[in-house]
C-alpha cells in the first residue's frame, strides 16, 4: 500500500498536465479559427488575442498570415499554412504543426489582411518573440517594436526587460520602450526627454526620423531637446555617409586594380596596346559561369566551393589565349603600338562574336555562394560579404603579384626586359619567351578578374567593354608598369568617382576624371610612380 498512494498522485499530476495541455490547444485552435472567420475587424481582435496568448506557435501562425500563406482548406475548414511546392502547395497543420498533405490553391481559402492588418500583425509577432530563448529572434523583435512603436507591446516589452540578461538586447528593449513613449501623446515630458537623449545616442536614420516628428508635433523643452538631438544625428549620419562613399571608392577601386593590374603588366613591360584585355576579363567569368553549370548537375553540394574552383581553371583559360594571342599575333607588331591598337581591337571584336556564337548575346547567371551573401553593419557602415570579399581577394592578386616579380626567376627576367630589353637579351634571357610567359600572366589575372566581376555585373560578351578604357586611365594615371602605381591609382579614381557621383551623376563624373587625368598627364607624362630604368629613360 505505501508505494500505491505515490504512484496514484504520479498519475494525478500526469493526468492534470494532459488536460491542461489539451485545454491549452483548445484555446489555441478557437484563436486561430477565429482568425479565419469574420470581418477584418474580427480579425484584428483575433490577432491581438492571439499574441497576448503568450503562445511560443503563435508567432510562426502570425507571420504566414502576414505573408499570405495561411489558408482555410475548404474540405474540413482545416487552418493550415501553405508553402509553395513545385505546382502546389505542401500543407501544414497552423495548429499542431504536422504535415497535412498537398493541394493546389483552388482547394484552398486565403486568410486575407491589409495594410493596416499587416501593421498589427507586425507588432503583435515583435511582442510575442520578446521572450524568445533565441537571443536574435529577441533583438529583431526589439528593432521591429522601435520601428513600429506600437503602444500595445509596452506591457510585454516591460515584462521582457525585467527578465533580459543580455547587455545588447536589454539596451534595444530600452530603445524601443523609448520610440514608444514618444509616440505616446499623454507622456509626462520628464519621460519624453529621457527617451529623447536614449533615442538620440542610437543615432541612425530610423531615429532621425522619430526625432523630426517629435520636434515637429510638440513645444517648450521637448521640441527644443529634439531639434537638437535631430540636428546631431544629421551631422553624425553626414559624416559616416563619408565613410560610406569612401568604402564605396575602395571597392570600385579594387575592382578596377583587378581589371587594370594584368593591364599593367603586358603594357609596361610589353608596350603593347592591348584592346582585348576586356576580353580575357570576360573569358574568366564564362568559365566561372561553365563551372557553376557543371556543379549544379553534377554536384550541387560543391556549389560552395564553385568560385574556389574556377579561380586555376578561369586563370588557365586566359592565360592560355593570352599566349596564343602573343604567339600568333603580337610578336609580329612590335614597335608598332598604333598596329598592335588596331590588331587587338578587331581581336577583341573576334572574341566577343565567338562567345555569342557559344553562349548567345543575353547575360547569363552566376550565383554567389553562401558565405558572399548578406551584409552586416559597422557602425552606420553598410559592408556587403561580396564586395568585402573581393577587396580582400584584389589586395592578395596584388601581394602574390609582386612576390612573384620579385621572389621568382620569372620575375627577375620580366624586370630585366622591362628596364632594358637589348642588354637583357645579350646576356642570354630568351625575350621571346619572356613576352609570351608576360602577355599569358596579364591575361590569366584579367581572368581572376572576371571571376571576381561575375559576382557584381552582368556576364555578357560585353562584360570586358566596361572595363578597358578605366584600366588604361588607372595604368597610365599611375604610372605605366608600376604596380604599386596601378594600386593607388585604381583606389584613388575609385574614390573619387564616388565622391564626384552624387553631385554629378555617374557619367558626368567619369568625364570629369578623364579630364583631370588628361591634365596630369600633361605635367606628369609618366604618371605618378615612374619606372626606372636606362631604356625608360
Known sequence: MQFIRPFSVLLSVLASLALAGAAHA???ATLVGNLASGGLSEREAAITALAASGDERAAPILEALGAGQLYTRTSDKLVVIGKTDGNRLALTEAVSGKPAGNAVEADLERVRVNNR?????????????????????????????????????????????????????????SEARAAIVLATADSPPAQKLAAIALVRE?????????????????????????????????QTLAAWQMVQNVWYGISLGSVLLLAAIGL????????????????????????TFV????????????????????????????GAIGILIERTIIRFLYGRPLDTLLATWGLSLVLQQAVRSIFGSSNREVGAPSW?????????????????WIVVFALVVFVALILLLRKTPLGLYMRAVTQNRPMASAVGIRTPRVDALTFGLGSGIAGLAGVALSQIDNVSPNLGQGYIIDSFMVVVFGGVGN???????????????????????????????????????????????????????
Do not use: C, W
Open 26 to 28: 483548445a484555446d489555441l
Open 117 to 173: 492588418l499587416r501593421g498589427t500583425i507586425e507588432a503583435a509577432v515583435g511582442s510575442l518573440t520578446l521572450m524568445s530563448p533565441n537571443a536574435r529572434t529577441r533583438l529583431s523583435a526589439a528593432d521591429a517594436l522601435f520601428k513600429r512603436r506600437d503602444a500595445t507591446a509596452l506591457a510585454a516589452l516591460d515584462q521582457a526587460l525585467a527578465a533580459e540578461k543580455d547587455p545588447r538586447i536589454k539596451r534595444a528593449m
Open 202 to 234: 542610437r543615432g541612425d536614420r530610423d531615429s532621425l526620423g522619430i526625432l523630426k516628428t517629435v520636434a515637429a508635433a510638440s513645444d517648450g523643452e521637448v521640441k527644443t531637446a529634439a531639434t537638437a538631438g535631430a540636428d546631431s544625428i544629421e
Open 264 to 287: 599593367a603588366i603586358t603594357f609596361g613591360t610589353m608596350g603593347v596596346i592591348n584592346m582585348a584585355h576586356g576580353e580575357m576579363v570576360m573569358l574568366g567569368a564564362y568559365t
Open 291 to 318: 563551372v557553376q553549370e557543371v556543379i549544379r548537375t553534377s554536384a550541387p553540394h560543391l556549389f560552395d566551393v564553385s568560385l574556389v574552383i574556377a579561380l586555376p581553371l578561369a586563370f588557365l583559360v586566359s
Open 372 to 388: 558572399m551573401s548578406g551584409t552586416f553593419q559597422l557602425g552606420q557602415l553598410n559592408i556587403t560579404y561580396g564586395r568585402l
Open 483 to 537: 604596380l604599386f602605381g596601378t594600386l593607388i591609382g585604381a583606389l584613388t579614381l575609385g574614390v573619387v568617382n564616388k565622391f564626384l557621383e552624387p553631385y554629378a551623376g555617374a557619367v558626368l563624373g567619369k568625364i570629369l576624371v578623364l579630364v583631370f587625368i588628361i591634365m596630369f598627364i600633361q605635367r606628369r607624362p609618366r604618371g605618378l610612380f615612374a619606372l626606372k630604368g636606362r631604356s625608360v629613360e
